[in-house]
C-alpha cells in the first residue's frame, strides 16, 4: 500500500473554493476520466508525471530513515523500486544530515511521529527561545500546520461542525490527501451533511479515481453509500474500478462494492419488509448475489423473508442453502421451522438432531414439530397440525399466546403449556411474566400427575423428561434464567447459579451470557482489565463470539495494545467484513502509524 | 463615528481619544496616540495616585472599587520596577492582613469594600504575582524576607493547585471547584510564564519547569475557532483534549489576552505563540479590535478592546513578524485598572525584551 | 467592563462551593455507573398503586445510579398477546448531600424534555410496532399535576404510554428531592384509554418525606 503519495495535492480541495465540476488545476497533464470529472495529478513525490530516470524524490525516505520509522521506510523503498526498477536506496541513508544552526531536529520529528503534536510545538518554541538564530526547517513547520489543520478538521468533524470542516480543509488544502484519506472522508461527509451533495459526491469520485489503494477506494464506496444514491453509488464503484489503475492493485473487490452495498440494503429492507415489499427483480438480484458469494447471513435473511410470507418451500430452500455453507444452530432452527411449515416432521426432526440439546433456539423450535400436549391437548393426526403449532411455525407468538389461553380455558393448565406460554412471552420481550410462568409451571410440575396415556411420546420417554434430554425441572429453571437475564438481573442470577438445577450446558450457557453482560458493563465503566478477565472466563466455556470479539479488541486498544486489538479486528474483518469490524480496524491501524 | 450614540459605549470613548489625541490625554499626561507609553517612575507615580489607596490596597475602579490577589500582584510588581519600595511594603502588608487569610498560605481572591473577604478562594494567578513580585523584590532590594514569603507561596501553590493530567502538570485557576469529574477547568492566562521560571529556579521546585513546560502544549491544544485564539476559560478531560469550556462565557477576551503578554516577557519568539493574536489584530486595522471573540464561532463584541489590551496586540504583532502595526492610543481621562495595568506591563515586557515601547 | 466580564465566573464558581464545603480531587467513574437492577419487593416502590386485576403487579426492581438517581420498574401483568411489558418506571432524583456528589454528578437518567416529538415518535414505534399511535391534545391529571400521554391501537388491543415530571420544589417536592420522574406503558383490550390509565391516574407516591398533591395546592 502506498501511503506517501500525495497525488491529490490540492485535487481535493478545489470542490471547497471552486464549482463542484470544475476540478481542473494548473499545469498539463489534465485527464478526463469519467463524464464531468476532469481531474488534474499535482506533482508528488514520485509520482504523478512521468518521472525522471534518475530523478527519484527521495525526500520522504530520508525523513522516515531519520525517524527510524522502518515499516514506512521499507514501504517507501518499495514504491520507489517500483517506479524505477533501476533505483538503489541511497548509502548514507542513514547518516546524520546537515542540520541547521546547529540544532538538531530529531527530537522534534520523534514528537511528530509520535503524533504529539503540541508537544512538538512547545519544544520547538522553547528551543527558539534558546537559540534565537535558530530556525526550524521548512519540512518541520510543513509537517506541524499539516498535522494541526488535520486535527483541527477532524475536531470539527468529531463535533458535526460541518462548515468548519469544510474552512479547516480550505486552510490547508494538503491535509485532504490519499496518505490522509481519514481527512478526505470526512470532508466529504462534511458535504453531505450539509445537503452539498454534488460537492460530497466530487470528492468520492475524485479519491476513488486518485488513491491508488484498491482497499481505500472500496471503503471509500462503502463509506459513501451512506450519503448518495443508488446510482451515484454505481458511477463511484465504475469510476473506482478503472479510473487510474496502480501497478500491483486489484480492482476486482473495488467493483464488487456497490452490489454489496445494494444487497445489503436489499437485505436490511428483507428483515422488515412486510410480504411482497421486494420487487421481484430485487429478489432476483438479491439471490443471485447471495448465491454468488455463498454468503450465508443473507441465505438466512432471505428465509425468514420467505417464513415469514409461509412461503415454507423457498425458506426451506435458503435455509438449506445457509447452513450448507456454513452450519449453524441458526440455520437449523430456520430449516426444522421451515419443515414443520411443510408439514415435513421426520426432515425436522433430522436437522435438528446435531443440535438438540446443545442449542436452546433448536430445542425451541424443534417445539413447534412436537409441541407440549396437556391432558385436554390433541394427539397430532390426520387432521393436521393444531393451532399451537401452526403459530408456532409461524414464529408468530401473540398467535402462541392466544392458542394457550385458549387450550387452558378449554381444560387447564398443564406443565408443558405453561412452560410454551413462558417461551413465548420471553420471544415477545415480556420476561418478567415469562420468569412468572416458569414458576408456576414448576408449581405445577410438583402437582401434576405422570400420564401414562394422552401425548404418546411422553409415556415412551418418561413424563418426566421433556425435549433435549433434559427434565421438566431443568426447563423449568433454564427458562426462569432464560428470563432473569432478560431483565437485567445479573447480579441475582449470579449468586443463584449454582444452585440451579440446570444441566451442565445450561449453566455454561447461562454463566457464559452473565460473563458477556458482565463484561458489557465493565467496559463501559471502562474497567478494560475486567473486560478481558470475564471474557478470558467466558472463552474456556463457549467459542468466543463476534460482537464479544470486537468488544475483546476495544478492551486491548483502550489498555494501549493496539497491536494486538488491530490484529483482532483484522481476523474478525477478514471473516465478514462489516460497518463495525471495518471501523474498528482503521481506527487501531490509524493509531499505531499516527495516521489521523 | 458616525451616529451619535446614545449613550457613550466604550468603543466610542476609546475612538475619540484616539483620534483627537493628546487633546485629552488624561492624568498622566503620557505621549501622543501613536507610541505606546513607555513604563517609568512618572508612569508608576500615575498608577499609585489613582489605583493605591494609603493602606495599600490596589482598587478595581473597573469594578465597584473591590481589590483582588492579581490587583495586588500587579501593583507590586509595577512598584518594584519603579524602585518604589515604601509603596511595595504597604501592598504586601495590606495583602498579608486581609487576604492571606486562609492559613494556606494562600492570598483570598478578593476584598470588598463593604464586606472585606466574603469568598475565600484562591486565583491562582494572584497568588503567581505576588510571590513573583516578591522574588523581583528580594533581588532588587536584597531583602531575604521576601524571598522567604515568596517560597512559602510558592510551595503552597505546588500544593494546592498543580495538578497531572493526561500527561500534563497543569494549574488549576483556585484550589476549589475547577475539577468536573475527569475534567479540569483551566485558565489560559493563568501561565505567568516568567514568575513559573523565576519558581522554577527556587530550591526544590523544579515542577514549575513541567508547569510551564505544559503550559506551551496546553496553549498549542486549546486554539479555536478560525483565529486559533485561547479560550478564557478551557476544559481538559482525561485524555488531555480540550474544549471551550461549558458555563463560561465561550469566548476569547479580556482573560486570555494575556497569554502572548507573559509569553512574550518569557522570551518567547516563536511566531506560532503570537500569531493568532496579531491575525486578529490585523484583521480589524489595529485600532478597533473587538474586546471578545466568541469561541468557536468567532462572533465578535461591540466593545472594542482597551488601551491596555492594544498594548499586548501591538507587543505580539511585532513578534509574530507579521508585518502589521498596531496603534496604541493614549489612556482616557477615566482609563479602568486593568487597561492601564495592562499597558503598563506590556511597556514593562517590551522594555525586558530590548523592543521599542 | 471587563473586570466583571473577568471575575464574574469566579466568583459565582467560588459561592457555589462555599457553601458546599471543601473540594477535592475525584477521580472514581465507579460512583457514577449505573447497578445492574435487582429484585425488591413492591412494598419497597417509592409508589402504590390502586389495585387493579387487569394490571397485577408481576415483579419490582430497582436500580440506582451514583449516589443521585434511584430507579425503579414496575412490571404490570399484560392481558393482551402483544409484545413488550406493561411497566410503571420511576426515577427519583435526590439533591447531591455532599459536595463529592455535587462535584462528580452522574448524567442525567432520563432527558429533559422528556420527549422530543422525534424521541416520541421513536418510543412509539419500538413500544407499539404494528400500531397506530396518536399523541393526545390534552393533558391528563393526576395526583402529581398534569401529564402527556399517546394512544396506540390496532383492531383488539389499546395501548397508551404516560409520561410525567415532577419539579415542584417549591410547593410538592420535599427539600432533599430534586425531581421525580414518571412512565407508564400498559396495553389492555378495552378500547377506552381511561381506563388503561386508570392506574396512573391513582398512583400514590411514598417517599421517606411527604410529596404534597397538586390539588391541595391550588387554594393556596
Same mark, same amino acid.
Given at each position: 500500500?502506498?501511503?506517501?503519495?500525495?497525488?491529490?495535492?490540492?485535487?481535493?480541495?478545489?470542490?471547497?473554493?471552486?464549482?463542484?465540476?470544475?476540478?481542473?488545476?494548473?499545469?498539463?497533464?489534465?485527464?478526463?476520466?469519467?463524464?464531468?470529472?476532469?481531474?488534474?495529478?499535482?506533482?508528488?513525490?514520485?509520482?504523478?508525471?512521468?518521472?525522471?530516470?534518475?530523478?527519484?524524490?527521495?525526500?520522504?525516505?530520508?525523513?522516515?530513515?531519520?525517524?527510524?520509522?522502518?515499516?514506512?521506510?521499507?514501504?517507501?523503498?518499495?514504491?520507489?523500486?517500483?517506479?524505477?526498477?533501476?533505483?538503489?536506496?541511497?548509502?548514507?541513508?542513514?547518516?546524520?544530515?546537515?542540520?541547521?544552526?546547529?540544532?538538531?531536529?530529531?527530537?522534534?520529528?520523534?514528537?511528530?511521529?509520535?503524533?504529539?503534536?503540541?508537544?512538538?510545538?512547545?519544544?520547538?518554541?522553547?528551543?527558539?527561545?534558546?537559540?534565537?538564530?535558530?530556525?526550524?526547517?521548512?519540512?518541520?513547520?510543513?509537517?506541524?500546520?499539516?498535522?494541526?489543520?488535520?486535527?483541527?478538521?477532524?475536531?470539527?468533524?468529531?463535533?458535526?461542525?460541518?462548515?468548519?470542516?469544510?474552512?479547516?480543509?480550505?486552510?490547508?488544502?494538503?491535509?485532504?490527501?490519499?496518505?490522509?484519506?481519514?481527512?478526505?472522508?470526512?470532508?466529504?461527509?462534511?458535504?453531505?451533511?450539509?445537503?452539498?451533495?454534488?460537492?460530497?459526491?466530487?470528492?468520492?469520485?475524485?479519491?476513488?479515481?486518485?488513491?491508488?489503494?484498491?482497499?481505500?477506494?472500496?471503503?471509500?464506496?462503502?463509506?459513501?453509500?451512506?450519503?448518495?444514491?443508488?446510482?451515484?453509488?454505481?458511477?463511484?464503484?465504475?469510476?473506482?474500478?478503472?479510473?487510474?489503475?496502480?501497478?500491483?492493485?486489484?480492482?476486482?473487490?473495488?467493483?464488487?462494492?456497490?452490489?454489496?452495498?445494494?444487497?445489503?440494503?436489499?437485505?436490511?429492507?428483507?428483515?422488515?419488509?412486510?410480504?411482497?415489499?421486494?420487487?421481484?427483480?430485487?429478489?432476483?438480484?438479491?439471490?443471485?448475489?447471495?448465491?454468488?458469494?455463498?454468503?450465508?447471513?443473507?441465505?438466512?435473511?432471505?428465509?425468514?423473508?420467505?417464513?415469514?410470507?409461509?412461503?415454507?418451500?423457498?425458506?426451506?430452500?435458503?435455509?438449506?442453502?445457509?447452513?450448507?455453507?456454513?452450519?449453524?444452530?441458526?440455520?437449523?432452527?430456520?430449516?426444522?421451522?421451515?419443515?414443520?411449515?411443510?408439514?415435513?416432521?421426520?426432515?425436522?426432526?433430522?436437522?435438528?438432531?446435531?443440535?438438540?440439546?446443545?442449542?436452546?433456539?433448536?430445542?425451541?423450535?424443534?417445539?413447534?414439530?412436537?409441541?407440549?400436549?396437556?391432558?385436554?391437548?390433541?394427539?397430532?393426526?390426520?387432521?393436521?397440525?393444531?393451532?399451537?403449532?401452526?403459530?408456532?411455525?409461524?414464529?408468530?407468538?401473540?398467535?402462541?399466546?392466544?392458542?394457550?389461553?385458549?387450550?387452558?380455558?378449554?381444560?387447564?393448565?398443564?406443565?408443558?403449556?405453561?412452560?410454551?406460554?413462558?417461551?413465548?412471552?420471553?420471544?415477545?420481550?415480556?420476561?418478567?411474566?415469562?420468569?412468572?410462568?416458569?414458576?408456576?409451571?414448576?408449581?405445577?410440575?410438583?402437582?401434576?400427575?405422570?400420564?401414562?396415556?394422552?401425548?404418546?411420546?411422553?409415556?415412551?420417554?418418561?413424563?418426566?423428561?421433556?425435549?433435549?434430554?433434559?427434565?421438566?425441572?431443568?426447563?423449568?429453571?433454564?427458562?426462569?434464567?432464560?428470563?432473569?437475564?432478560?431483565?437485567?438481573?445479573?447480579?441475582?442470577?449470579?449468586?443463584?447459579?449454582?444452585?440451579?438445577?440446570?444441566?451442565?450446558?445450561?449453566?455454561?450457557?447461562?454463566?457464559?451470557?452473565?460473563?458477556?453482560?458482565?463484561?458489557?458493563?465493565?467496559?463501559?465503566?471502562?474497567?478494560?482489565?475486567?473486560?478481558?478477565?470475564?471474557?478470558?472466563?467466558?472463552?474456556?466455556?463457549?467459542?468466543?463470539?463476534?460482537?464479544?470479539?470486537?468488544?475483546?479488541?476495544?478492551?486491548?486498544?483502550?489498555?494501549?495494545?493496539?497491536?494486538?486489538?488491530?490484529?483482532?479486528?483484522?481476523?474478525?474483518?477478514?471473516?465478514?467484513?462489516?460497518?463495525?469490524?471495518?471501523?474498528?480496524?482503521?481506527?487501531?491501524?490509524?493509531?499505531?502509524?499516527?495516521?489521523? | 463615528?458616525?451616529?451619535?450614540?446614545?449613550?457613550?459605549?466604550?468603543?466610542?470613548?476609546?475612538?475619540?481619544?484616539?483620534?483627537?489625541?493628546?487633546?485629552?490625554?488624561?492624568?498622566?499626561?503620557?505621549?501622543?496616540?501613536?507610541?505606546?507609553?513607555?513604563?517609568?517612575?512618572?508612569?508608576?507615580?500615575?498608577?499609585?495616585?489613582?489605583?493605591?489607596?494609603?493602606?495599600?490596597?490596589?482598587?478595581?475602579?473597573?469594578?465597584?472599587?473591590?481589590?483582588?490577589?492579581?490587583?495586588?500582584?500587579?501593583?507590586?510588581?509595577?512598584?518594584?520596577?519603579?524602585?518604589?519600595?515604601?509603596?511595595?511594603?504597604?501592598?504586601?502588608?495590606?495583602?498579608?492582613?486581609?487576604?492571606?487569610?486562609?492559613?494556606?498560605?494562600?492570598?483570598?481572591?478578593?476584598?470588598?469594600?463593604?464586606?472585606?473577604?466574603?469568598?475565600?478562594?484562591?486565583?491562582?494567578?494572584?497568588?503567581?504575582?505576588?510571590?513573583?513580585?516578591?522574588?523581583?523584590?528580594?533581588?532588587?532590594?536584597?531583602?531575604?524576607?521576601?524571598?522567604?514569603?515568596?517560597?512559602?507561596?510558592?510551595?503552597?501553590?505546588?500544593?494546592?493547585?498543580?495538578?497531572?493530567?493526561?500527561?500534563?502538570?497543569?494549574?488549576?485557576?483556585?484550589?476549589?471547584?475547577?475539577?468536573?469529574?475527569?475534567?479540569?477547568?483551566?485558565?489560559?492566562?493563568?501561565?505567568?510564564?516568567?514568575?513559573?521560571?523565576?519558581?522554577?529556579?527556587?530550591?526544590?521546585?523544579?515542577?514549575?519547569?513541567?508547569?510551564?513546560?505544559?503550559?506551551?502544549?496546553?496553549?498549542?491544544?486549546?486554539?479555536?475557532?478560525?483565529?486559533?485564539?485561547?479560550?478564557?476559560?478551557?476544559?481538559?478531560?482525561?485524555?488531555?483534549?480540550?474544549?471551550?469550556?461549558?458555563?463560561?462565557?465561550?469566548?476569547?477576551?479580556?482573560?486570555?489576552?494575556?497569554?502572548?503578554?507573559?509569553?512574550?516577557?518569557?522570551?518567547?519568539?516563536?511566531?506560532?505563540?503570537?500569531?493568532?493574536?496579531?491575525?486578529?489584530?490585523?484583521?480589524?486595522?489595529?485600532?478597533?479590535?473587538?474586546?471578545?471573540?466568541?469561541?468557536?464561532?468567532?462572533?465578535?463584541?461591540?466593545?472594542?478592546?482597551?488601551?491596555?489590551?492594544?498594548?499586548?496586540?501591538?507587543?505580539?504583532?511585532?513578534?509574530?513578524?507579521?508585518?502589521?502595526?498596531?496603534?496604541?492610543?493614549?489612556?482616557?481621562?477615566?482609563?479602568?485598572?486593568?487597561?492601564?495595568?495592562?499597558?503598563?506591563?506590556?511597556?514593562?515586557?517590551?522594555?525586558?525584551?530590548?523592543?521599542?515601547? | 467592563?471587563?473586570?466583571?466580564?473577568?471575575?464574574?465566573?469566579?466568583?459565582? #464558581?467560588?459561592? !457555589? &462551593?462555599?457553601?458546599?464545603?471543601?473540594?477535592?480531587? @475525584?477521580?472514581?467513574?465507579?460512583?457514577? /455507573?449505573? $447497578?445492574?437492577?435487582?429484585?425488591?419487593?413492591?412494598?419497597?416502590?417509592?409508589?402504590?398503586?390502586?389495585?387493579?386485576?387487569?394490571?397485577?403487579?408481576?415483579?419490582?426492581?430497582?436500580?440506582?445510579?451514583?449516589?443521585?438517581?434511584?430507579?425503579?420498574?414496575?412490571?404490570?401483568?399484560?392481558?393482551?398477546?402483544?409484545?413488550?411489558?406493561?411497566?410503571?418506571?420511576?426515577?427519583?432524583?435526590?439533591?447531591?448531600?455532599? #459536595?463529592?456528589? !455535587? &462535584?462528580?454528578?452522574?448524567?442525567?437518567?432520563?432527558? @429533559?424534555?422528556?420527549?422530543?416529538?422525534? /424521541?416520541? $415518535?421513536?418510543?412509539?414505534?419500538?413500544?407499539?410496532?404494528?400500531?397506530?399511535?396518536?399523541?393526545?391534545?390534552?393533558?391528563?391529571?393526576?395526583?402529581?399535576?398534569?401529564?402527556?400521554?399517546?394512544?396506540?391501537?390496532?383492531?383488539?388491543?389499546?395501548?397508551?404510554?404516560?409520561?410525567?415530571?415532577?419539579?415542584?420544589?417549591?410547593?410538592?417536592?420535599?427539600?432533599?428531592?430534586?425531581?421525580?420522574?414518571?412512565?407508564?406503558?400498559?396495553?389492555?383490550?378495552?378500547?377506552?384509554?381511561?381506563?388503561?390509565?386508570?392506574?396512573?391516574?391513582?398512583?400514590?407516591?411514598?417517599?421517606?418525606?411527604?410529596?404534597?398533591?397538586?390539588?391541595?395546592?391550588?387554594?393556596?
Amino acid at each position: 500500500m502506498t501511503r506517501l503519495a500525495v497525488p491529490l495535492l490540492g485535487v481535493l480541495l478545489s470542490t471547497v473554493s471552486l464549482a463542484p465540476v470544475a476540478f481542473a488545476q494548473s499545469g498539463p497533464g489534465g485527464r478526463a476520466l469519467a463524464p464531468g470529472v476532469k481531474v488534474e495529478v499535482a506533482p508528488a513525490p514520485g509520482s504523478g508525471t512521468a518521472p525522471q530516470p534518475g530523478k527519484v524524490d527521495e525526500t520522504a525516505l530520508r525523513y522516515y530513515a531519520r525517524i527510524g520509522d522502518v515499516e514506512r521506510l521499507e514501504a517507501e523503498i518499495a514504491r520507489l523500486r517500483a517506479l524505477d526498477p533501476t533505483w538503489e536506496p541511497p548509502k548514507d541513508l542513514f547518516a546524520p544530515q546537515p542540520t541547521t544552526a546547529g540544532v538538531d531536529e530529531s527530537p522534534f520529528w520523534a514528537l511528530v511521529s509520535a503524533g504529539k503534536i503540541a508537544e512538538a510545538r512547545a519544544a520547538v518554541a522553547e528551543q527558539r527561545r534558546q537559540t534565537p538564530s535558530w530556525q526550524p526547517s521548512a519540512n518541520l513547520l510543513k509537517e506541524l500546520d499539516l498535522a494541526e489543520a488535520a486535527g483541527r478538521l477532524r475536531g470539527a468533524s468529531d463535533t458535526k461542525r460541518w462548515q468548519d470542516v469544510i474552512d479547516a480543509a480550505a486552510a490547508q488544502p494538503e491535509a485532504v490527501a490519499c496518505n490522509r484519506l481519514d481527512n478526505a472522508w470526512r470532508l466529504a461527509e462534511a458535504y453531505a451533511e450539509l445537503k452539498q451533495t454534488d460537492r460530497a459526491f466530487d470528492t468520492y469520485k475524485t479519491i476513488v479515481s486518485q488513491c491508488p489503494s484498491a482497499k481505500e477506494r472500496r471503503d471509500t464506496i462503502f463509506k459513501a453509500s451512506r450519503h448518495l444514491s443508488q446510482a451515484q453509488i454505481r458511477e463511484l464503484t465504475a469510476l473506482g474500478a478503472t479510473a487510474n489503475p496502480a501497478a500491483g492493485e486489484d480492482y476486482a473487490a473495488v467493483r464488487a462494492a456497490e452490489a454489496e452495498i445494494e444487497t445489503g440494503r436489499l437485505l436490511e429492507r428483507a428483515g422488515t419488509a412486510r410480504p411482497g415489499s421486494l420487487s421481484a427483480s430485487d429478489l432476483a438480484q438479491l439471490e443471485r448475489t447471495i448465491r454468488e458469494k455463498q454468503d450465508s447471513g443473507g441465505a438466512l435473511a432471505l428465509g425468514w423473508y420467505f417464513q415469514r410470507q409461509k412461503k415454507y418451500a423457498e425458506a426451506q430452500g435458503w435455509f438449506a442453502e445457509a447452513n450448507g455453507w456454513s452450519p449453524s444452530d441458526q440455520a437449523a432452527e430456520g430449516l426444522i421451522l421451515a419443515y414443520a411449515g411443510l408439514g415435513r416432521k421426520a426432515e425436522a426432526r433430522a436437522a435438528a438432531e446435531p443440535w438438540r440439546g446443545k442449542s436452546s433456539r433448536v430445542d425451541q423450535a424443534l417445539k413447534s414439530v412436537d409441541p407440549p400436549r396437556g391432558g385436554g391437548g390433541r394427539p397430532a393426526g390426520p387432521q393436521g397440525p393444531s393451532e399451537l403449532d401452526q403459530a408456532l411455525a409461524r414464529r408468530d407468538f401473540a398467535g402462541c399466546l392466544t392458542a394457550i389461553q385458549r387450550a387452558i380455558s378449554r381444560s387447564g393448565p398443564t406443565v408443558a403449556l405453561v412452560q410454551q406460554r413462558g417461551w413465548c412471552l420471553l420471544e415477545l420481550k415480556r420476561p418478567s411474566e415469562a420468569e412468572a410462568a416458569f414458576v408456576e409451571a414448576q408449581a405445577l410440575a410438583a402437582r401434576e400427575p405422570v400420564r401414562g396415556q394422552g401425548a404418546a411420546r411422553n409415556s415412551v420417554r418418561g413424563a418426566a423428561e421433556a425435549e433435549g434430554g433434559m427434565t421438566r425441572a431443568q426447563e423449568n429453571a433454564y427458562g426462569q434464567a432464560i428470563a432473569r437475564l432478560s431483565t437485567g438481573d445479573t447480579v441475582g442470577l449470579t449468586q443463584d447459579l449454582a444452585r440451579l438445577n440446570l444441566t451442565p450446558a445450561q449453566k455454561a450457557e447461562v454463566r457464559a451470557s452473565l460473563l458477556s453482560t458482565e463484561a458489557g458493563r465493565a467496559l463501559e465503566d471502562k474497567r478494560y482489565h475486567d473486560v478481558l478477565r470475564l471474557l478470558d472466563a467466558r472463552k474456556e466455556l463457549v467459542p468466543e463470539p463476534r460482537n464479544l470479539g470486537i468488544m475483546r479488541g476495544w478492551a486491548l486498544y483502550n489498555l494501549q495494545r493496539v497491536e494486538e486489538a488491530y490484529k483482532l479486528f483484522k481476523s474478525i474483518d477478514d471473516r465478514l467484513s462489516t460497518r463495525e469490524s471495518r471501523e474498528a480496524v482503521e481506527t487501531s491501524w490509524k493509531t499505531i502509524y499516527h495516521d489521523w | 463615528m458616525t451616529t451619535p450614540s446614545r449613550r457613550p459605549s466604550r468603543r466610542d470613548v476609546l475612538i475619540a481619544a484616539a483620534t483627537t489625541g493628546a487633546a485629552v490625554a488624561g492624568l498622566l499626561a503620557l505621549p501622543g496616540p501613536a507610541l505606546a507609553a513607555p513604563y517609568d517612575a512618572a508612569a508608576w507615580r500615575g498608577y499609585a495616585r489613582r489605583f493605591l489607596l494609603p493602606e495599600g490596597r490596589v482598587v478595581d475602579t473597573g469594578n465597584k472599587g473591590v481589590s483582588h490577589s492579581e490587583g495586588q500582584g500587579y501593583g507590586m510588581l509595577l512598584a518594584e520596577a519603579a524602585d518604589d519600595r515604601e509603596a511595595f511594603d504597604r501592598m504586601w502588608g495590606w495583602t498579608q492582613r486581609n487576604l492571606m487569610v486562609r492559613g494556606d498560605g494562600l492570598a483570598a481572591w478578593r476584598w470588598q469594600p463593604d464586606g472585606g473577604v466574603t469568598d475565600r478562594n484562591n486565583a491562582s494567578d494572584g497568588d503567581i504575582l505576588i510571590a513573583w513580585a516578591l522574588l523581583r523584590g528580594a533581588e532588587r532590594w536584597k531583602a531575604e524576607a521576601y524571598r522567604t514569603a515568596a517560597a512559602a507561596i510558592v510551595k503552597a501553590l505546588a500544593a494546592a493547585v498543580v495538578v497531572e493530567q493526561a500527561g500534563m502538570t497543569l494549574l488549576l485557576p483556585g484550589r476549589d471547584g475547577f475539577r468536573k469529574g475527569d475534567t479540569l477547568v483551566l485558565n489560559p492566562s493563568y501561565w505567568v510564564f516568567p514568575a513559573l521560571r523565576a519558581f522554577a529556579a527556587l530550591p526544590g521546585a523544579e515542577i514549575w519547569r513541567k508547569v510551564a513546560d505544559s503550559g506551551l502544549v496546553l496553549l498549542s491544544k486549546a486554539r479555536f475557532g478560525s483565529f486559533q485564539l485561547p479560550a478564557d476559560w478551557v476544559a481538559l478531560d482525561s485524555g488531555g483534549t480540550p474544549t471551550v469550556a461549558e458555563g463560561f462565557r465561550k469566548q476569547y477576551g479580556y482573560d486570555a489576552v494575556r497569554v502572548p503578554l507573559y509569553l512574550a516577557w518569557d522570551g518567547y519568539r516563536d511566531p506560532y505563540y503570537f500569531r493568532p493574536f496579531a491575525m486578529l489584530a490585523a484583521k480589524y486595522g489595529g485600532t478597533a479590535v473587538p474586546a471578545t471573540v466568541s469561541l468557536p464561532g468567532g462572533t465578535t463584541t461591540q466593545v472594542a478592546a482597551s488601551v491596555g489590551m492594544l498594548a499586548v496586540y501591538r507587543l505580539a504583532s511585532r513578534i509574530a513578524g507579521t508585518g502589521n502595526e498596531v496603534t496604541v492610543p493614549a489612556f482616557g481621562p477615566d482609563e479602568d485598572y486593568y487597561s492601564t495595568t495592562l499597558a503598563h506591563m506590556a511597556a514593562l515586557a517590551a522594555q525586558s525584551l530590548g523592543f521599542e515601547p | 467592563m471587563s473586570g466583571v466580564s473577568r471575575f464574574l465566573r469566579l466568583s459565582v #464558581l467560588a459561592t !457555589a &462551593l462555599l457553601t458546599a464545603g471543601c473540594g477535592g480531587w @475525584v477521580r472514581d467513574n465507579l460512583t457514577q /455507573s449505573t $447497578t445492574p437492577w435487582r429484585r425488591v419487593q413492591p412494598t419497597a416502590l417509592p409508589v402504590s398503586l390502586p389495585d387493579n386485576p387487569q394490571f397485577p403487579i408481576v415483579a419490582a426492581r430497582m436500580r440506582s445510579t451514583g449516589a443521585v438517581y434511584k430507579s425503579y420498574s414496575v412490571v404490570l401483568g399484560n392481558p393482551t398477546a402483544l409484545p413488550g411489558e406493561n411497566r410503571l418506571t420511576v426515577d427519583v432524583q435526590t439533591l447531591p448531600d455532599s #459536595l463529592f456528589g !455535587a &462535584l462528580v454528578q452522574p448524567a442525567r437518567v432520563f432527558p @429533559v424534555p422528556l420527549y422530543t416529538l422525534e /424521541s416520541l $415518535t421513536r418510543t412509539l414505534a419500538a413500544e407499539f410496532p404494528d400500531m397506530t399511535a396518536t399523541v393526545a391534545d390534552a393533558a391528563r391529571r393526576n395526583r402529581y399535576g398534569d401529564y402527556d400521554y399517546a394512544i396506540a391501537q390496532d383492531e383488539e388491543n389499546t395501548c397508551v404510554l404516560a409520561w410525567q415530571l415532577i419539579t415542584d420544589r417549591a410547593r410538592m417536592l420535599p427539600e432533599r428531592i430534586e425531581a421525580v420522574r414518571l412512565e407508564y406503558r400498559a396495553c389492555g383490550t378495552s378500547r377506552n384509554p381511561r381506563v388503561l390509565l386508570q392506574p396512573f391516574d391513582g398512583l400514590v407516591l411514598i417517599l421517606p418525606e411527604t410529596v404534597l398533591e397538586a390539588d391541595g395546592l391550588s387554594g393556596l
